[in-house]
């Protein structure tokens, strides 16, 4: 080990340093780690701006989903976050209109990967109309909320 007496283990070492890997494999976890935290963070924020009381009324969580983190409302996913940004899950006919506009594309969670058909990837743009970007929150909690109860 790089910088470590003969006599330093690896627990030492990872105490040390906040990493455990010798040969990058732990190492590589970590940054993953560190990737879904800030996607859970930016998705937290973004919630908590849109429809600051969510939590209180509902049962909120975050879990890995696809190199993603998604949000679940009431057990139901609703939004999620990833390399490709923010994505809604939205009902077809609010799909239909946000496809319509040429920044919005569909949720793909890897390049080749199948298209995720409920859902619209949701540009910068739309997130900064604070107004519009909560109404479509709105949609898709509402829409993952009518799911369920089906």
Same mark, same amino acid.
């Given at each position: 080990?790089? /910088?470590?007496?003969?006599?330093?283990?690896?627990? !030492?070492?990872?105490?040390?340093? +906040?990493?455990?890997?010798?040969?990058?494999?732990?190492?590589?976890?970590?940054?993953?780690?560190?990737?879904?935290?800030?996607?859970?963070?930016? #998705?937290?924020?973004?919630? +908590?701006?849109?429809?600051?009381? #969510?939590?209180?009324?509902?049962?909120?969580?975050?879990?890995?989903?696809?190199?993603?983190?998604?949000?679940?409302?009431? +057990?139901?996913?609703?939004?999620?976050?990833?390399?490709?940004?923010?994505?809604?899950?939205?009902?077809?006919?609010?799909?239909?209109?946000?496809?319509?506009?040429?920044?919005?594309?569909?949720?793909?969670?890897?390049?080749? /990967?199948?298209?995720?058909?409920?859902?619209?990837?949701?540009?910068?743009?739309?997130?900064?109309?604070? /107004?519009?970007?909560? !109404?479509?929150?709105?949609?898709?909690? !509402?829409?993952?909320?009518?799911?369920?109860?089906?």
């Amino acid at each position: 080990m790089a /910088g470590t007496s003969p006599a330093m283990t690896a627990e !030492k070492w990872f105490d040390r340093t +906040g990493t455990r890997s010798l040969d990058g494999t732990i190492r590589v976890m970590t940054r993953i780690q560190e990737m879904h935290d800030d996607y859970s963070t930016k #998705l937290r924020d973004l919630l +908590g701006q849109a429809r600051p009381g #969510l939590a209180l009324r509902h049962r909120l969580e975050f879990k890995r989903c696809f190199g993603a983190v998604a949000g679940y409302v009431d +057990g139901n996913i609703f939004v999620s976050c990833g390399k490709f940004g923010v994505a809604l899950r939205l009902p077809s006919q609010t799909l239909s209109e946000l496809f319509r506009e040429e920044d919005v594309l569909r949720l793909r969670y890897f390049p080749n /990967g199948h298209v995720k058909k409920e859902y619209a990837v949701i540009p910068n743009r739309i997130i900064e109309d604070q /107004g519009r970007f909560n !109404k479509l929150v709105d949609g898709s909690i !509402k829409y993952a909320l009518s799911i369920s109860s089906e």
